[in-house]
C-alpha cells in the first residue's frame, strides 16, 4: 500500500517561493506516476503537476505554467513541488498523489493520496 507524507508548506508573501516535499512508501513493482492537486477553500480540488516515473513527461495546469516546478528522485522515493513567484491565488491545501502507470491529469485514476499541506500566500 501506497504512503505518501508532504511537508513544506507554510506561509509566503506574493511573489515568494516554497518546495514541497513528497516523501513515498510502498512503492513496489510498479513505474509510478506522481502528482500534485490543490484545493482552496470553497473550492473542488484541482491538478496542479504531474511527473512520470521517468522524468520525461511532465503536466501542469494552466494557472502554475512557467512558476511551478514536479520533479522526482527515484532513489529517495520523494517528488517535489517547486513554487516560485507565488500569487495568492495559489493558496490551498496541497496533496501529492500516485498512481500506478502513465502520467494523468485524472484525480480519481490516483491510487494513494497524502494528508495535504497547506500553503498560504499574502498579499
Known amino acids: 500500500q501506497v504512503q505518501l507524507v508532504e511537508s513544506g508548506g507554510g506561509l509566503v508573501q506574493a511573489g515568494g517561493s516554497l518546495r514541497l516535499s513528497c516523501a513515498a512508501s510502498g512503492l513496489t513493482g510498479s513505474s509510478y506516476t506522481m502528482g500534485w492537486f490543490r484545493q482552496a477553500p470553497g473550492k473542488e480540488r484541482e491538478f496542479v503537476a504531474a511527473?512520470?516515473?521517468?522524468?520525461?513527461?511532465?503536466y501542469y495546469v494552466d494557472s502554475v505554467k512557467g512558476r511551478f516546478t514536479i520533479s522526482r528522485d527515484n532513489a529517495k522515493n520523494t517528488a517535489y513541488l517547486q513554487m516560485d513567484n507565488l500569487k495568492p491565488e495559489d493558496t490551498a491545501v496541497y496533496y501529492c498523489?500516485?498512481?500506478?502507470?502513465?502520467?494523468?491529469?485524472?484525480?480519481?485514476?490516483?491510487?494513494?493520496w497524502g494528508q495535504g499541506t497547506q500553503v498560504t500566500v499574502s498579499s
Open positions: 511527473l512520470s516515473w521517468s522524468g520525461r513527461n511532465t
Open positions: 498523489a500516485a498512481r500506478r502507470g502513465i502520467v494523468t491529469i485524472t484525480e480519481y485514476e490516483y491510487d494513494g
